[in-house]
């Protein structure tokens, strides 16, 4: 007994449709161009925009800054003094260890403080 050809047509021919619409609903949603990619796509967008924003901001902050170089006497000196060590003639300039140097260190082994001398 053998079913006829057009009862087994008839068994799958309204699964096409169904199998159809589950591959177009994939492409949908998992292809390259898919749902999942657009919203991908939509994080790395706002990221960018956040990053143009702080880096727009370093700009103007930069900007200020070299106008006040080329216009202001005292932010120039300021800045002279305070990255490059200048000083003008007229003034002293004092310079103190920083408490980190230890002036009086014992050499490694020994225990006495008497033995050590300090650096001069």
């Given amino acids: 007994m053998s079913v006829p050809e057009s009862a087994a047509k008839s068994i799958w021919l309204p699964l096409v449709p169904g199998v159809l619409l589950l591959a177009v609903l994939g492409a949908a949603v998992f292809g390259d161009k898919g749902i999942l990619c657009a919203v991908k796509s939509n994080q790395q ?8 924003h702080t880096l727009e901001l370093a700009n103007q902050d930069l900007r200020k800054e070299i106008e006040s170089l080329r216009s202001d006497p005292r932010y ?9 060590g200048m000083v ?5 300039v004092y310079q103190f260890r920083s408490p980190n140097e230890n002036i009086g260190r014992i050499p490694a082994g020994e225990t006495s403080i008497e033995r050590a001398e300090p650096d001069r």
Avoid: C, F, P, W
């Avoid at 706002?46 to 990053?51: I, V």
């Fill in 45 to 52: 967008k706002e990221l960018l925009q956040q990053q143009v």
């Fill in 76 to 84: 120039l000196e300021a800045i002279s003094r305070k990255e490059l």
């Fill in 88 to 92: 003008r003639q007229d003034e002293l």
